[in-house]
């Protein structure tokens, strides 16, 4: 990834720092930092996806145990379904980071990544492994040994055996091999210019009973981690709850468990444990020769005096002049950053940065603040300030004092510390680059591992604390503010390109030589001039050529129209990319931020993109009514091809006319998220019987709310077709769905994305019709994707086809096929 160079804030560095957010610093969590401190021991968890994590395990070991404690997902589950929003893909995989970092933030573990996509589900980690690019993604799992050092590494699944997620099985198959390659210099050998190789002392699969899957034995080890915390005034089952319930876009709102809970390994590699997970492996300080320090953090302990915790730093102080002078060189970087933590909790040190506006444009000065607070007795000083302009300028501010500290206790420091400037955009460094399905590319392969970017703006905080001692520290520059509803919030700083282009829709659809105007919607970051023109595509006519504009402010918005018309008949689709000259450079990048309330606010520059589609489409009535499901962007769709889409409320279902509707369509997993679906099922089955169309996309078969979804009984079950250039096979070509308006064939079945389709039914009434059958290789033909019924005067369907992703992708078979089935000739 390309670093973001900034102009940086320090107060005298006199040792390494390292990289933080503001620690808690009350009585409870200083008593546990104390515990930890005198742990030097590590675990890694190792799954695939975010939820996999077993987070009342990792609790335990993070805050009982107090074990430096890590889950490596390897992917950022980038190909769910999104249960609160209608985000998909790339958008998706970054909430749930962040959903997977507010999660760690509660049970105490760290976060990791490798490059791998979640593309969808897959039946076999031979697949899973091919499309991942199997070596690169091992190399990930390697280097975040390399660097974490886990004593200890556990996986969520096994490596055979077990029915599961291909994914899944692929997780436990590379911790297994990257077990063995982290202790092996000739495995990834470039990365040793960085870091040590590592051997693990063990690998455990930390079996698991789900539903009808126990893979748990009465011969296997186990440890009971629903243990209750008196210090935190809860057990590790309580805190697991809070943990998952983070993953919201999943549903996964979890109830708190009390009492008991013994989770069971099995022993893959290395020596199996007896009595404790760390059997074999020294904890204490003698593991680095410093069996000293610890008897000198047991005095501290006792002696530590909550009404009074400034009295502990002399002592803490002294302590990190011991552990400065640790040999190993990892542990000694890990215990400097607890102990100096502790020290500025005992302390009541408090600070952070500021930026003065939440957004700058790229190469603008930011004006950046900082505050400094000392809540307890302590004074502290000298404190230089100083802003350096580059690598070998210095300037500005210098704050000291010759007779007597600069930071009186109980003083909050209020400094402006100048203007920084910011030389690239705060892109996510994992889509920085085009990437293919399986993997993300990624500009330096030291970024793997990473959440987030490494390289966020930072200021560093240095404070003498004694006369020949300095502690140091690192805070994210942020924008804080303060919400009427909500309080003060802190949000991530933002870097934009000059002006951004957002091109109105994903894609625009053609079924005849007219032409359409796409509008771009545009935003400057800062004092803008320049023009935006569209880069030229052969089959398509677009004017103007460019759009000049001048003199555009700081957070002004406009718009740039073009007109686009095919030159031909000929099928076919194009990229159709907005190029922005602001300011004598090019950029071509719109803005989207996603913001919810249980995660900081996500701002990307997605490519200044969309699709023009040139189509042979025949479409058949007008008005549709949609019940909006679960991560919905199918009425967009819809509406691009022509159709007046009108969202349905309960009270119109329930109320109003719905004759008035060519067809009704109820959005994923309806049946599933909509409490009040059992009560509008008789309307809609009355519409039905009367006349109506009602399509149902695919429903979890787990969770429904009504006992049978259509007029006649079926049964969606677990059964779906993965592969998406599975060979699909037209049963009845007579069928209207396959020839009304449009006749399907079977190149309208190319070119689809991640899956046919997902939940497909079983046990179906022979008064349905199955007109498509198809299958993953080596499974039996499925006939569960689609099912058509008349029943009075109309008609119901019902259809696992994936055509949530298919229509936003731009897929032209799915729109041809999905028309037909909005399309009743009968009606």
Known sequence: MKHIKLIALFLFIAAPVFAQTAPPADLISIEQNFKKLDVLGSVLYVAAHPDDENTRLLAY?????????????????????????????????????????????????????????????????????????????????????????????????????????????????????????????????????????????????????????????????????????PILGEGYGEMAAVSRSNHKTQGFGSAKQRGAAVEYFKTILGDAPKTDLMDGINTTWGRVGAEDISTDLSVIT???????????????????????????????????????????????????????????????????????YSANILNFGPINIGLTGGSDSDFGLSLTSVDGPILQAGE???????????????????????????????????????????????????????QNKWISFQREIVYKYTDPARGELYEPLVVAPPVTANIEAKDYIFNSNQPQTVQVKLKAFTKASGSISIKPIAGWKISPDKIDFSDKSKGEEWSAVFTVEPTDNQPKTSVFTAVVNANGHDFSMGIKTISYNHIPSITLFPPSETNLINLDLNIAGKHIGYIAGAADLVPDAL???????????????????????????????????????????????????????LVVQYNNNAGLLVGQVGPYPFQPVNQRVTDETAPVTILDPQSDVLNYPNKINNADFDNWIQERGLYYVSNIDPKYQTPLQMNDPNEAPNKGSLIVADYGK??????????????????PGAYRLFVNLLSNPKK
């Open 412 to 466: 909050l420091k209020h400094e402006d510390l100048g203007k920084m400037s910011f030389k690239n955009i705060t892109q996510p460094y994992w889509l920085e680059l085009p990437h293919k399905i399986g993997t993300y590319s990624l500009v330096n392969d030291t970024l793997a591992g990473n959440p987030e970017n490494p390289d966020k703006p930072k200021i560093s905080f240095s404070f003498r604390i004694s």
């Open 794 to 811: 109309g008609r119901f369907v019902y259809t696992s086809l994936a055509f949530f992703r298919e229509l936003p992708a731009g897929v």
């Open 639 to 693: 509406r691009q091809v022509g159709y007046d889409v009108h969202i349905l409320t309960e009270s119109e279902i329930m109320n109003s006319d719905l004759s008035v509707y060519d067809a009704i369509v109820t959005g994923v997993r309806e049946y599933n998220v909509n409490n009040r679906i059992p009560f509008e099922q008789p309307k809609l089955m009355e519409y039905v019987k009367n006349g109506g169309n």
């Open 61 to 229: 070991l993070a805050q009982e145990k107090h074990y430096r404690t890590g889950y490596l997902s390897l992917t950022r589950g980038d190909g769910g379904q999104n249960l609160i929003g209608n985000e998909q893909g790339e958008l998706l995989g970054l909430i749930r980071t962040q959903e997977l970092l507010a999660a760690r933030r509660v049970d105490g573990a760290e976060q990791f990544f490798t490059r791998a996509n979640d593309f969808g589900f897959s039946k076999n980690p031979e697949e899973t492994l091919r499309i991942w690019d199997r070596e690169k993604v091992l190399g990930d799992v390697v280097w975040v040994i390399r660097k974490f050092r886990p004593d200890v590494i556990i996986c969520r699944f096994p490596t055979s055996g077990v029915i599961t997620h291909g994914h899944h099985t692929a997780s436990a198959i590379l911790a297994q091999e990257a077990f063995t390659a982290a202790a092996d210099p000739k495995r990834f050998p470039e990365q040793l210019k960085y870091v040590k190789v590592w051997q693990a002392k063990r690998l455990l699969w930390n079996t698991f009973n789900f539903g009808d899957t126990n893979t748990t034995g009465a011969d296997q080890f186990k440890v009971d981690v629903g243990v209750y915390n």
């Open 302 to 372: 006792k002696a530590f005096d909550p009404e009074h915790p400034d009295k502990s730093v002399a002592a803490l102080v002294k302590l990190s002049d011991k552990i400065d002078k640790v040999k190993d060189d990892y542990w000694r970087g890990q215990k400097t950053r607890q102990v100096n933590d502790l020290i500025a909790a005992c302390a009541g040190l408090w600070f952070e940065a500021y930026a003065e506006q939440p957004v700058y444009a790229v190469g603008d000065d930011a004006k950046i603040v900082a505050e400094i």
